[in-house]
């Protein structure tokens, strides 16, 4: 039970070759014979369905009266996939389509009224996906990213070439029997990060959230498996969106930029996309990780999200 007015079920959707774990949100007057729409509510690079793609956006929905589903992608959370820590573009775009194979499948499902939440690194994948599966009707990014220009720019130093080569340096090490490498995207502590000149708004709000009781969780690791994360350095969530992204869109940002740059990828999507129906809510005041759980900006994120899935769902 999530909230005293909604009631939650956990499924095992049927993957490529394993099983993806998902949360179902169900509104308190949930009617099992009637077709409802669904929103999938997809969580941002390292996190997992119990934080804020689940706890406070899928929750929200529920309590508005939709139907959601929060998953964990592939390699990460309780969902299946080895090596564990996978950040894999391909898989991460896949596990929407999963996902929707699995609500189709549901009596209680609209299969016509699907939509898509998507936070920060989650947001890019679910770009790609709405691009590529028509079933997806209507998509919401909330502090949108884009990991593989990150991985770009800031997490590989302004030096992907160089990132590529030791990748293949220590892929070759660990064919031969070295073991394997987990990186930690973040500081340990907010303390270590100040001490050591990570000043940035998102490193450090990052690191409180997931570092913190604040949003840690279990599974919730913010890790990258490193020989895992190469076809990140040459792929992009925003590639030919003026094309293909042609479904009703909503971008949700806040006003405080930081490094993961979700204002300036949340503006060039609004701008780049091929949608009639877009739209663009920018929360005054708001950094990216306040739109992950912080009740005032989350609620004013809120005041456009329901009233855009009702309109186009």
């Given at each position: 039970m999530a909230d005293s007015t909604i009631t939650t079920t956990s499924v095992k959707v049927p993957g490529l070759a394993w099983d993806?774990?998902?949360d179902v949100y169900f509104p308190a007057?949930?009617?099992?014979?009637?077709?409802?729409p669904v929103v999938i509510s997809a969580h941002p690079t390292g996190s997992c369905k119990e934080q804020t793609s689940g706890n406070i956006y899928a929750t929200a929905l529920a309590k508005a009266g939709f139907v959601a589903i929060?998953?964990?992608?592939?390699?990460?959370?309780?969902?299946?996939?080895?090596?564990r820590f996978t950040e894999d573009p391909g898989f991460r775009v896949s596990d929407f389509s999963y996902v929707i194979d699995y609500l189709v499948t549901q009596d209680y499902v609209d299969e016509n009224k699907i939509g898509v939440l998507a936070i920060c690194g989650g947001a890019g994948y679910a770009v790609t996906a709405t691009m590529i599966d028509r079933r997806v009707k209507a998509l919401t990014t909330v502090v949108g990213s884009n990991v593989g220009r990150l991985m770009r720019e800031g997490f590989s130093n302004y030096d992907p070439m160089g990132m590529l080569e030791a990748l293949a340096k220590q892929r070759t090490a660990e064919a031969r029997g070295a073991a394997g490498v987990v990186n930690d995207l973040l500081p340990p502590s907010v303390e270590f990060a100040l001490e050591n000149g990570l000043t940035d708004i998102d490193v450090t709000e990052a690191t409180d959230y997931y570092k913190t009781d604040r949003g840690a969780a279990e599974n919730g690791c913010t890790s990258f498996f490193f020989t895992r994360q190469g076809?990140?350095?040459?792929?992009?969530?925003?590639?030919?969106?003026?094309?293909?992204?042609?479904?009703?869109?909503?971008?949700?940002?806040?006003?405080?930029?930081?490094?993961?740059?979700?204002?300036?990828?949340?503006?060039?999507?609004?701008?780049?996309?091929?949608?009639?129906?877009?739209?663009?809510?920018?929360?005054?005041?708001?950094?990216?990780?306040?739109?992950y759980d912080q009740p005032e900006p989350t609620g004013k994120a809120l005041e456009s999200i329901v009233p855009f899935f009702q309109t186009h769902l």
């Open positions: 993806i774990a998902a007057d949930f009617d099992e014979t009637a077709k409802h929060a998953f964990d992608a592939s390699f990460q959370g309780e969902s299946g996939g080895e090596p076809p990140l350095a040459l792929w992009d969530a925003y590639d030919r969106v003026e094309t293909f992204l042609t479904q009703p869109l909503l971008v949700v940002i806040g006003d405080k930029p930081g490094a993961f740059a979700s204002y300036r990828l949340g503006m060039e999507l609004y701008g780049r996309a091929a949608s009639k129906q877009k739209e663009l809510a920018v929360i005054e005041g708001a950094s990216h990780y306040d739109l």
